[in-house]
Structure formats: C-alpha cells, structure tokens
Nanobody, 120 residues
C-alpha cells in the first residue's frame, strides 16, 4: 500500500492550495483518512480527518479555512486550503486506515509528505 501526496508548493499569504493524496495497492477498504502537518522544530499535528461516510473534524487553527474531502472510488483524500498564512508553512502528510485484501483489520499508512510554504 502506498499513499502519495501532491499539490504542495509556494504560495503567497492569503492564497490557496489544494492537496491530494491517492492510495494504491492491495486495498479492500479505507476507513478514516486525515491530513497532518509538521513545521520545523515542532511536533506533527493533526489538521483534519474524514471518515468513510464523510464526517469531518478540524484543528481549531484551520477551521473555516481548510476543507477536507474524499473520493472513496478513487481512494483519494483532498485538502483545500484557503486564506493561508505563514503559520501554515509545514510538511503536510496524509494518513489512511487501510484494510488490505484478505486482512481482518486496518493498519495506518502514511504518505511521504508534501511541502507547503506560505511566503511573500
């Protein structure tokens, strides 16, 4: 199983980016998916999560600015980020609770991360 993020880059303050994370491999189902981020010198933190049914949760710092969504048919999760500030600069990672074909339970898999830099 692989999770591959894309969509990161350099954006000016107030701008927007859309991150994508596609899972591939021997997948039976993916339950919860989420986005996390890690800024230099800080611990990795939760940004947003979404259940297979579409229920979402957000960190207080991004609520109202970020939107998480998913396409179950494509095993893909998205993060629409608006009104970005320098505080959002970090490496963004996606995580999926993946049940592989033939498995009895799910396992967390992480992507490799994508850099988001907010700077003028």
């Amino acid at each position: 199983v692989q999770l591959v993020e894309s969509g990161g880059g350099l954006v000016q303050p107030g701008g927007s980016l859309r991150l994508s994370c596609a899972a591939s491999g021997s997948i039976f189902a993916i339950s919860a998916m989420g986005w996390y981020r890690q800024a230099p010198g800080k611990q990795r933190e939760l940004v947003a999560t979404i259940t297979r049914g579409g229920s979402t949760e957000y960190a207080h710092s991004v609520k109202g600015r970020f939107t998480i969504s998913r396409d179950n048919a494509k095993n893909t999760v998205y993060l629409q980020m608006n009104a970005l500030t320098s505080e959002d600069t970090a490496v963004y990672y996606c995580k999926g609770d993946v049940t592989q074909l033939g498995a009895l339970y799910g396992t967390d898999y992480w992507g490799q991360g994508t850099q988001v830099t907010v700077s003028s």
